[in-house]
């Protein structure tokens, strides 16, 4: 019984760590740019100036 368990709970926890993964990637992806695009635009202004 307890190997079945294990076999269940392995992949489950393989899904688990990869959604995580995708989400923290994701949520760098949209947190990085913007700051980006912001210091982009800072710089650009500092430039002007």
Request: proline letters at 4%.
């Amino acid at each position: 019984m307890e190997n079945s368990d294990n076999k269940k709970s392995a992949p489950q926890r393989t899904l688990q760590n990869a959604s995580k993964l995708n989400t923290y990637q994701i949520n760098q992806y949209i947190y990085s740019n913007p700051r980006k695009g912001i210091w982009q635009r800072v710089k650009e202004a500092i430039n002007h100036e």
